[in-house]
């Protein structure tokens, strides 16, 4: 059984092999992997050691004190949040192999081709299509989007209808698509912000070979229920300290515009600053849940949440500012791979919120599933349960 002392042993150890001071960034982080100290609750050649997941706070404890650089998990989020939990319990021991080492040390960055254009909210309507071509793969035509980072990506987690003679949700199937293949197009789509971190990609007879197919042939909606929850919990739950996601700028504003301070704006910004202590200590009880197991649909809740305060506080904070707060620093079109969320500008955070309660599941189906999963109401009639997919209109 590993324990905290046996971790801190453990983390010594490799400080001693890998000072921080003398190693390169990703030398380290291959070894803190391969030390089994990168996500300890995964299992022992995989970045773990089977500990409880708990205790990886310890670790990461040690290597903060002793300066160790970091694995960068903005920049892989979607890696570390949605792929990695995914791969590990419906990928082959090759895959695992394969696949998660350099998505830990960022060394391959990861996106989710999950969202169409014609699927809307409802993504078990997706019409991207994989036909199976010999023993040995698969062919995939059709059109994603909505795809943050897949101009950086090198890897894709996809999902794709392999039977459209059954129901939509059984005729799914998910797969690892390689970014940099043949018939693999990403295009920018620029954002009522400037930006353009999203994509829209097209997949032209793109070759998936049979080896990179995540659990059985049409068991893709399981699958993808793994990948969804966790990036609920990805988005909604992020560790942040006491004023560190949206309320930190407005109550830094605050507290150093006292000419900017009316009775009414005093009022709201208290409120909102206890909905977000609120929902940073909600966020940390669900992170402690996730010791025990997979995320439940509760993430559903916490990502819903972080998308109306968001809305709210950016709002606010606009008002707060006046002409000023409609000041907008920069137009110029980039292809960002981070959100800056309090990196910017008043003008920014408030146009770049309105993606909250789109991205990760509109708040809408987040509504129902909080409905239907948690509070165990009666669920919307659906009229399409039993049709098959090439049979409902579109």
Not at 148 to 155: K, L, V, Y
Not at 267 to 283: D, F, K, P, S, Y
Request: hydrophobic residues 40%.
């Amino acid at each position: 059984m590993t324990d905290a002392a046996e971790l801190r042993r453990r983390t010594q150890e490799l400080l001693v092999a890998q000072p921080p001071a003398t190693t390169g960034r990703l030398d380290f982080l291959r070894a803190r992997f391969d030390a089994g100290l990168a996500w300890v609750h995964y299992p022992e050649g995989l970045g773990g050691l089977n500990a409880p997941r708990s205790l990886q706070a310890v670790v990461d404890a040690e290597l903060e004190a002793a300066g160790a650089p970091g694995n960068d998990p903005r920049r892989i989020g979607i890696g570390l949040g949605m792929a990695a939990p995914t791969i590990l319990q419906y990928g082959t021991e090759e895959q695992k192999r394969r696949f998660l080492r350099p998505l830990w040390t960022g060394e391959e960055v990861w996106c989710q081709l999950f969202s169409e254009p014609g699927a809307g909210s409802d993504l078990a309507a997706l019409g991207t299509r994989a036909a199976r071509v010999d023993e040995d793969g698969w062919v995939v035509d059709g059109q994603k989007v909505w795809t943050s980072s897949a101009h950086a990506a090198r890897w894709a987690i996809l999902i794709a209808r392999t039977d459209p003679d059954v129901p939509k949700h059984r005729g799914i199937t998910y797969f690892v698509c390689d970014m940099t293949d043949p018939g693999v197009e990403v295009r920018p789509l620029r954002q009522i912000t400037g930006e353009a971190e999203f994509n829209e990609v097209f997949l032209t007879g793109v070759r998936i070979p049979d080896a990179h197919r995540l659990g059985e042939t049409g068991d893709g909606w399981r699958v993808a229920q793994t990948t969804l929850n966790n990036e609920r919990v990805a988005i909604g739950g992020m560790r942040l300290p006491r004023e560190g996601g949206m309320i930190g700028p407005v109550a830094r504003t605050w507290r150093e515009r006292p000419e900017l301070r009316t009775h009414d704006l005093h009022q709201r910004l208290l409120a909102l600053w206890v909905e977000a202590e609120v929902a940073r200590l909600t966020g940390e009880r669900l992170r402690q849940q996730l010791v025990a197991g997979q995320p439940g649909p509760e993430g559903a809740g916490m990502k819903l949440g972080f998308a109306r305060l968001n809305q709210q506080i950016s709002g606010l904070e606009v008002e707060l500012l006046g002409a000023e707060g409609l000041l907008y620093d920069d137009w110029t079109m980039r292809r960002p791979e981070l959100v800056d969320f309090t990196g910017r500008e008043a003008g920014y955070r408030y146009l770049r919120s309105k993606g909250n309660s789109i991205e990760g599941g509109t708040s809408e189906v987040l509504l129902n599933i909080v409905a239907e999963r948690v509070l165990g109401l009666p669920a919307e009639p659906r009229t399409d349960k039993d049709v098959a997919w090439k049979d409902l209109a579109r």
